[in-house]
């Protein structure tokens, strides 16, 4: 099976034993918001009051802690490239300007075959869809209205 190795499985085992799947408290929502801008700094304020307002119910996180668990099929370089390569729809990629996303030279250079449709947005992180929805909402209107 493509991805999987006894490395992965072991590594996913192993967390299977050690991980609580108790979900931790927080004081409250504004809590949880400064919580998660210690761990990222790079979160916008605004970014970490969304999360935080749909991550919680009864000031208790809503994901499963075994999400930070290591996969058993985690997805490889050479799965990723060989979807990319029959990949036959446009690509809109929109990166928040400080986001993840690779910038658009590596982007096209690892995947050449992709008709890539790139925009970067200013003052906006990883989570572009909440720190500037507006943008985000028009780049993918401009896209269905192009198709």
Not at 12 to 38: C, I
Not at 60 to 73: E, Q, Y
């Amino acid at each position: 099976m493509p991805g999987w190795n006894r490395l992965s499985a072991g590594l996913h085992l192993d967390d299977l034993r050690k991980f609580s799947r108790e979900r931790r408290r927080v004081d409250s929502v504004d809590d949880a918001v400064r919580r998660m801008r210690l761990h990222n700094a790079a979160l916008s304020p605004r970014a970490a009051r969304l999360l935080a307002e749909g991550g919680l119910q009864d000031l208790v996180w809503k994901w499963d802690p075994l999400l930070r668990a290591h996969s058993p099929l985690p997805v490889t370089e050479d799965a990723v490239r060989f979807v990319a390569a029959n990949a036959t729809a446009p690509v809109l990629a929109i990166k928040g300007e400080s986001g993840f996303l690779q910038d658009e030279p590596d982007l096209r250079a690892r995947f050449p075959g992709l008709r890539i449709d790139y925009h970067s947005v200013p003052c906006a992180g990883h989570h572009v869809h909440l720190d500037a929805p507006e943008a985000v909402a028009r780049l993918i209107e401009g896209a269905w209205a192009a198709a």
